[in-house]
């Protein structure tokens, strides 16, 4: 379990303050998938700005 899963399995078990209805094992991949492709767009994107603004800066072009 992940840093975050364990507190998160005892206080769903002990209390209830923490309720899931109808969750799926897709909404889970579904929403981890949607959230790693919207960190690499915009790792690229950012990457991509900053390379275009270094561009020329360097010896030799």
């Known amino acids: 379990m992940s840093g975050l ?6 206080i ?4 209830h303050l923490i309720q899931y209805h109808h969750w799926h ?3 889970t991949c579904i929403s981890l998938c949607a ?3 919207l960190s690499r ?3 690229t994107l950012f990457f ?5 603004r270094t561009d020329g800066d360097f010896a030799g072009q």
């Open 5 to 10: 899963s364990l507190p998160e399995h005892f």
């Open 12 to 15: 769903e078990k002990y209390t």
């Open 25 to 27: 094992w897709y909404y």
């Open 35 to 37: 959230t790693l492709w």
């Open 41 to 43: 767009l915009f790792y």
């Open 48 to 52: 991509r700005i900053k390379r275009s």
